[in-house]
């Protein structure tokens, strides 16, 4: 086998997406803890934005900046290579998110058992299926008291639309907890609160109508599980890891993250399914990891705060070939070579320069502005990566420029920082105003601050009463020429010049959407 089809076996990359609260800085580290990258608890860094600073946007860029050490996590595990990207649990970030999505194999989907399928979780789950992940379930907080484990794999059906396999099942809940009974292995998995890693007590139960069940849980949760275990092999099907893999079903694990319960179990299942570094669709073909020649994109910049090192670090998934340290490499976009003396690995909390890099990998490329989201870097092919989509915004306001003699300061601060992927920023046809498009209303501050401090340019905000910026497409022309004409107070270009709809209300939208069939809306850029 080729040292490079070596590489590629050997590697996982996936996402633990999570609505904030629900585990998943626990659950890194405890995988982490598995992997030998830390060897105590404490270690990682929550990227979590502390719930007192959601007004401080300052407070919230420090710890962003502490999260870029953990941007991507890699650890060895029973020999493969395994990369987490972490994904910024605050809503307001969403879109950095999502974005990071487009950079993985897989995913793992945290649930906290109390709480069921939250908000956060649908709209990450939303953009997992929509490039069909494979998704590994893991409900979380079985030593707290929770909802029914039935109605749960419900919810997780009905709202995330997933087709779910439990693969263990839990025995008893909170104070009642007693373990889980993994249905794959048919082994009864004991809990021991904090329990240090592989010392879960495991017992073979082969037949649950052993008297052993009833010894070691008593007789009603014995009874209890029996039943349990009788609907289940009624109502799922067996689990099929090339169903998973096709990303059609997900495999369900019961645990407690803080108590290193149920986890290993998981990690154990995860490096045997999920998949080795994927190909990638581009506009121009499909590009396969095993290909000779390296291709790799960029999903994610991260802007470095400090006035004194005011670096960016452009995030590069590698997609097919070897990426070596100083090598010309050509910029699609730009059309033009560069070549990278200290590209970065993340490992746990340390960053390491590389000197060459395999498909899965993900290096930070250190950039002075040469970088926007969604470039391609290949040996001289021309290629475009699909898939790495802008997504409509939620929150708008008109952008003015408030010091007439910094207008230019202004028009290239606003691009270099949409380029970044901080926000997105759309022309109205009818008046030429500027409208920036956010997910979160913590960005409006991130781009005023940095225009002022970056830039030298001041801008000021205007509200405005926007419920969704949409896309459009359309077959006809001359169907086009009419929709624009009818509804040319409602119509912008964003930064690449498409076409956009400005819908003022849900019902609005509704409605134009009724009465324009010929035009197609969409809620996110790559259509
Ligand atoms: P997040 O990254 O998804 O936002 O969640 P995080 O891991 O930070 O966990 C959120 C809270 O839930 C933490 O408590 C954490 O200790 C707790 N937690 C995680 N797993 C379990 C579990 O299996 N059982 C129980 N009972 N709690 C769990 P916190 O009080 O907010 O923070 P901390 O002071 O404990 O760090």
Same mark, same amino acid.
Request: with cysteine; proline share 4%.
């Given at each position: ?139 979380? =907080?079985?030593?707290? +008291?929770? *909802? @029914?484990?039935?109605?749960? #794999?419900? !919810? &997780? ?62 007789? =009603?949760?014995?009874? +209890?599980? *029996? @039943?349990?275990?009788?609907? #289940?092999? !009624? &109502? ?69 705060? @400090? ?221």
């Amino acid at each position: 086998m080729s040292k490079l089809i070596e590489e590629i076996n050997k590697r996982k990359t996936f996402g633990i997406v999570s609505h904030p609260d629900a585990g998943k800085t626990t659950l890194t580290e405890k995988l982490l803890l598995f992997g030998g990258a830390i060897q105590e608890a404490g270690a990682v860094k929550s990227n979590k934005i502390k719930k007192h600073a959601t007004s401080d946007f300052m407070e919230i860029e420090k710890q962003r900046g502490i999260s870029v050490a953990t941007s991507v996590m890699a650890f060895e595990y029973r020999d493969k290579q395994i990369n987490i990207l972490d994904t910024p649990g605050h809503k307001d970030f969403a879109e950095d998110t999502y974005r990071t999505l487009t950079a993985v194999d897989s995913a793992i989907v945290v649930i906290d058992v109390a709480k069921g399928v939250e908000m956060q979780t649908e709209n990450l789950v939303g953009v997992c299926r929509m490039r069909k992940a494979p998704m590994i379930v893991f409900i979380n =907080k079985l030593d707290r +008291e929770g *909802r @029914d484990a039935f109605d749960l #794999l419900d !919810e &997780v059906e009905e709202k995330l639309k997933l087709k779910v396999v439990p693969l263990s099942w839990p025995v008893g809940m909170g104070a009642t907890f007693q373990g889980v009974y993994n249905l794959y292995e048919k082994k009864l998995n004991l809990f021991r609160p904090h329990s240090k890693q592989g010392e879960d007590e495991v017992t073979s139960i082969e037949d649950l109508n052993d008297e052993l069940l009833d010894e070691l849980v008593g007789k =009603k949760a014995a009874d +209890e599980l *029996r @039943d349990d275990v009788e609907i #289940l092999t !009624e &109502v799922y099907p067996d689990f099929n890891p090339e169903s998973y893999q096709s990303g059609e079903e997900s495999p369900v694990f019961f645990g407690s993250a803080v108590n290193n319960f149920g986890v290993k179990e998981m990690l154990d299942c995860f490096v045997e399914i999920a998949p080795s570094p994927l190909s990638r669709l581009t506009e121009e073909r499909e590009v396969f990891p095993t290909e000779d020649k390296f291709t790799g994109f960029v999903f994610k910049i991260h802007a470095n705060m @400090d006035p004194k090192h005011r670096d960016r670090i452009a995030f590069l998934r590698i997609c097919s070939g070897e990426f070596k340290r100083n090598t010309n490499y050509y910029h699609v976009q730009q059309e033009k070579k560069m070549k990278f003396s200290n590209p970065t690995a993340f490992m746990a909390s340390k960053k390491e320069i590389v000197d060459e890099a395999y498909p899965g990998d993900i290096v930070g490329l250190y950039d002075s502005g040469n970088f926007k989201i969604g470039d391609t870097l290949t040996e001289g092919e021309i290629l475009h990566f699909k898939g790495i989509p802008s997504f409509s915004p939620e929150q708008f306001r008109y952008v003015d420029n408030a010091d007439p003699m910094k207008a230019k300061q202004l028009a290239k601060g606003l691009d270099q920082l949409m380029d970044e992927g901080v926000a997105q920023l759309f022309t109205r046809q009818d008046n030429g105003r500027k409208i920036i498009g956010t997910v979160g209303a913590l960005q409006f501050e991130v781009i005023q601050y940095r225009l002022l401090n970056e830039y030298s340019a001041k801008c000021s905000y205007e509200p405005m009463n926007l419920y969704k910026a949409c896309w459009i497409s359309w077959k006809d022309d001359k169907e086009l020429d009419a929709f624009l004409r009818r509804r040319h107070k409602d119509i912008a270009k964003d930064k690449d010049g498409n076409y956009v709809y400005l819908a003022e209300s849900g019902w609005g939208l509704k409605t134009v959407q009724e009465n324009h069939p010929e035009i197609e809306f969409h809620f996110q850029s790559d259509y």
